[in-house]
């Protein structure tokens, strides 16, 4: 019988990425089944109650371990929810090595190797530290790794905020970018956010190897140039394992009575008629946005369906659980949902995001380009409309709208806002010209190419499979 391979995990307290590794763990153990994971949360104030709901549908030889919470009062509050999250990481150290001493001096499978999300790459020093295989399981795109790799010398290279930098900026193996378009962490060089980034992405170079949330037919030149990047240090080990996506059937809200009434609403409606419109797990827009983008959707006369989020003049304030208590619907504009009877549909807070992608109804999705939603829309093959917020998901926009051409992105008035009228020109962009340029076309084959690296022989089951074929030939060796 083949010999087990223990495997560490560990996470952030962040949905997303926890959902993404969950997911990712389940698709090694599918094609590894002796393999044993166990999943090591950092957490704050207490684990999220939609990864709980994750957490049940788990196959026995996964298990998990939430480490003892880090109080969110402890936490500087001046600071953003990511930087917070990152503090949090940090403080939890401790825990996590003890949790790693305990299950390495386990007798009967000690860990073998750890897999860490980039935002808690700390915990690689721990891993040389008890002699592991590290591994970087990154949840966001190969763009966004090529970027951190190559940070410090970018920092070297260029002395003004990036912003400000004339020319664009040259991430190997992706199309130029503006340096205002680099995740919000880059944008103030003396800040908290920036040096902590910094450090993370110095510390790149002690994993072992990275396995990538993407696949070769959306991002198959910066695989190319990671694999050179890497090739002295980590001996080309960039596994590109993506598409990894919820499969639709195991989130927070399943069956609850909304998702079922949104999912008969779709059922009347024609195919791909309608535009969802979402920001993600924590995704807000100020007032004064929401305004534009509420008379935006009735102006345009398109279906639509919503997740609406109270206001908030912080667009990731939710992430950390501040919740505004009042009924959101409070903040559309005044008469909005009677005049929008039947042409649109207004969910609050969360929805079955993979199952409405996957109606036949809708035809477009108004996205914050949160990675996981980026790759949902793909592998649903649903055009998008770019509508960035904060972290990385400006480095995706442009890839998107850029580089692949299956997604819109509106303009940004001097106020940073983007008006009605900008929004009813991109809707009509996606949904009534997408044949006409080409939109709907490109985001067809490229749900193709997902399609294609998941079958048995794709290239990102064969990746998983040659990932865990080296631990096993790592394994025999120890
Ligand atoms: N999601 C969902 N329903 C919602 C909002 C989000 O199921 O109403 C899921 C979505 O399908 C995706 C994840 O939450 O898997 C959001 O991840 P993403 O990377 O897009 O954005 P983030 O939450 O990190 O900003």
Known sequence: ?????????????????????????????????????????????????????LLKSLPPNINYTFLPPINKQNLPQHLSPAVQIQLAVSQSMPSFHNTILSLSSSSTTPILALISDPFANESLEIAKRFNLLSYIYFPPSAMTLSLFIHLPKLHEEVSCEYRDHKEAIQIPGCIPIHGNDLPEHFQHRSS????????????LNLADGFLVNSFMKMEENTLEALEEQNREKHNGSVFFVGPIIQNGTNNESKGSDSDLECMKWLENQIPNSVLYVSFGSGGTLSQEQLNELAFGLELSGQNFLWVLRAPSDTSNEAYLGVKNNDDPLNFLPKGFIERTKGKGFVIVNWGPQTQILSHISVGGFLTHCGWNSVLESVVLGVPMIAWPLFAEQKLNAVLLCDGLKVAIRPKINENGLVEREEIVKVIKGVMLDGEENGIRERIGELRDGAVDALKDNGSSTRAILEFGNCLKRFGRNI
Do not use: E
């Not at 087990?4 to 307290?13: D, E, L, M, R």
């Not at 908290?192 to 510390?203: N, T, V």
């Open 192 to 203: 908290l956010a920036y040096d902590l980034i910094l450090q993370r992405c110095k510390r």
């Open 1 to 53: 019988m083949a010999k087990t391979i223990h495997i560490a995990v560990i996470s952030i307290p962040a949905f997303s990425h926890q959902a993404s590794i969950i997911q990712f763990c389940k698709n090694l153990i599918h094609l590894h089944n002796h393999f044993h994971i166990t999943c090591i949360f950092p957490t704050i104030d207490s684990p999220l109650p939609s990864t709980l709901t």
